[in-house]
Every structure is written in structure tokens, then in C-alpha cells.
């Protein structure tokens, strides 16, 4: 794992408790399949039913919202230009 800058205001999370995995759609008993994000293999299921580690979504979610973060703050700024 990278370095986190610590420079923004973000609330702090821990790896393993952002998402409730506990219910049984989220498990296969069948077989290990590789994960969606690392490739190691894994028995939990995401919410679209994919292989993956809770960590790894857990992870994967947080980078969306940073990228979101990072297009609404872009976007803010590019509408500075043309404001009504
Ligand atoms: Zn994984």
C-alpha cells in the first residue's frame, strides 16, 4: 500500500469496516474464485455477485471517491469561467 497524503479533510476509515459483508450473498461455498481487484483467490462475492476481497473493494471504493472528489473540485473550478 502507497503512502496516504494526510492533507485532506477525509474521514479516516479502516480497512475491513467501510463495507458489511457479513450476509450470505456475499460468500461462496462452492469454490475459490480470483479476486476482481488482486487476483488472489478469494470466497466473498461483491454486490454485482464478482470475486473479491472485502479489503479490495473497500480499497477500489475509496479511490472512486477521491477520483470523484477530484472531478467535482475540477469541474467547480471550470465553471469559474462561464458563471451565469
Ligand atoms: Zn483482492
Same mark, same amino acid.
Do not use: C, E, I, Q
Given at each position: 500500500m502507497g503512502k496516504r497524503k494526510s492533507s485532506r479533510r477525509r474521514p479516516e476509515w479502516t480497512p475491513g469496516? +467501510? +463495507?458489511?459483508?457479513?450476509?450470505?450473498?456475499?460468500?461462496?461455498?462452492?469454490r475459490d474464485r480470483p479476486c476482481r481487484y488482486c487476483g488472489n483467490p478469494t470466497r466473498l462475492r461483491d454486490?454485482?455477485?464478482?470475486?473479491?476481497?472485502k479489503t479490495c473493494a473497500e480499497t477500489a471504493l475509496d479511490e472512486q471517491a477521491r477520483e470523484a472528489e477530484a472531478a467535482y473540485f475540477r469541474k467547480d473550478s471550470a465553471d469559474d469561467d462561464r458563471r451565469t
Open positions: 469496516t +467501510l +463495507l458489511d459483508w457479513s450476509g450470505p450473498g456475499h460468500w461462496d461455498f462452492d454486490g454485482d455477485r464478482k470475486p473479491a476481497h
